[in-house]
């Protein structure tokens, strides 16, 4: 039991210290922070556009099917994703709007866009995965064209 109270105490003793010490730091050094905060942020491009899925039922009609519109379930059926250029990490889902538009800040740098998951051999094809470079203030527009070979 002592040792569970000494214990506490030591620990307690610790924060204290851990406290004491961050409050002394200068006001040099989190200015020096606050900018490189704020310059990693700046360092930013933008990557939009359309995803579209399609066909969705094995008759196309004029004018077209409500029910052969794209629904959140389509895009969570063929889920797309940013990775590293490796390709060996994700970094983030791009889930588009009902109308199959996205937009995502990026920081600059090289991506691969791609699939999240493959898709059995022979159904449906894609312009996926590409590469692509996020540049500082940039728009860069994607359109991602899904055929779902359904005929």
């Given at each position: 039991?002592?040792?569970k109270v000494k214990a506490f105490f030591l620990a307690v003793i610790v924060v204290v210290l851990f406290l004491i010490g961050g409050c002394?730091?200068?006001?040099?050094?989190?200015?020096?922070a606050i900018q490189n905060a704020t310059s990693e942020f700046s360092e930013k491009g933008t990557l939009a556009g359309t995803?579209?899925?399609?066909?969705?039922?094995?008759?196309?009609?004029?004018?077209?099917?409500?029910?052969?519109?794209?629904?959140?379930?389509?895009?969570?059926?063929w889920p797309i994703a940013l990775f590293?250029?490796?390709?060996?990490?994700?970094?983030?889902?791009?889930?588009?709007?009902?109308?199959?538009t996205f937009s995502i800040e990026l920081p600059v740098g090289d991506y691969v866009?791609?699939?999240?998951?493959?898709?059995?051999?022979?159904?449906?094809?894609?312009?996926?995965?590409?590469?692509?470079?996020?540049k500082v203030g940039e728009n860069l527009t994607l359109n991602i064209n899904i055929d779902t070979g359904i005929r």
């Amino acid at each position: 039991m002592r040792r569970k109270v000494k214990a506490f105490f030591l620990a307690v003793i610790v924060v204290v210290l851990f406290l004491i010490g961050g409050c002394t730091r200068n006001a040099t050094s989190e200015a020096g922070a606050i900018q490189n905060a704020t310059s990693e942020f700046s360092e930013k491009g933008t990557l939009a556009g359309t995803v579209t899925i399609g066909p969705l039922c094995p008759v196309e009609r004029e004018p077209p099917d409500p029910g052969c519109r794209p629904t959140d379930a389509t895009y969570k059926a063929w889920p797309i994703a940013l990775f590293t250029p490796d390709k060996k990490a994700e970094i983030i889902k791009i889930v588009p709007s009902l109308n199959g538009t996205f937009s995502i800040e990026l920081p600059v740098g090289d991506y691969v866009v791609g699939l999240e998951k493959s898709q059995a051999s022979g159904i449906g094809r894609n312009n996926l995965p590409v590469n692509i470079t996020i540049k500082v203030g940039e728009n860069l527009t994607l359109n991602i064209n899904i055929d779902t070979g359904i005929r």
